[in-house]
């Protein structure tokens, strides 16, 4: 079972952990996406990849959460939902991706909710603006 990146109000003292993720994690520690963008229009932000997009050098800092065996299933639908992901569906807010995320030790695969075609689209139009850090706080 893969662990999640996440980058947002998933992340410890956000908004979501509490109630998504607090108790269900045998693990949590600081992690990086390298050549990635966060992009935001408000409550909460999206992770991009678009090369055009995404400035040279480009991080997104976030933690890495592996979610413990017996609580990994009923976890994967509650982020699901959350993130608005249905596998295979048009139209997504955000897509569910494995990608290769750094820690201070290593690197490893983990799922990342990464921005949907359309919220693509409105990053393109100029409707949402780049967080130049990388870190949602």
């Known amino acids: 079972m893969r662990p999640f990146f996440v980058y947002g109000t998933l992340k410890r003292g956000q908004s979501n952990y509490a ?11 600081r992690a990086w996406l390298p050549n990635a ?14 090369v055009d997009l995404a400035p040279p050098g480009a991080t997104v800092f976030g933690e890495l959460m592996t979610v413990a ?12 939902e959350l993130e608005d992901f249905v596998p295979g569906r048009v139209g ?3 897509e569910r991706v494995i990608r290769t995320v750094q820690t201070a030790t290593a690197s490893c695969e983990a799922w990342v909710y990464i921005a949907g075609a359309v919220v693509e689209a409105a990053i393109r139009r100029g409707e949402l603006w780049l967080i130049d850090s990388g870190e949602w706080s």
């Open 69 to 80: 065996v017996n609580q990994y299933r009923q976890t994967l639908a509650l982020l699901d």
């Open 37 to 50: 963008a966060l992009y935001t229009a408000g409550p909460y932000p999206f992770l991009i990849e678009a």
């Open 19 to 29: 109630r998504l993720l607090a108790g269900r994690t045998v693990s949590e520690m």
């Open 92 to 94: 997504n807010l955000y």
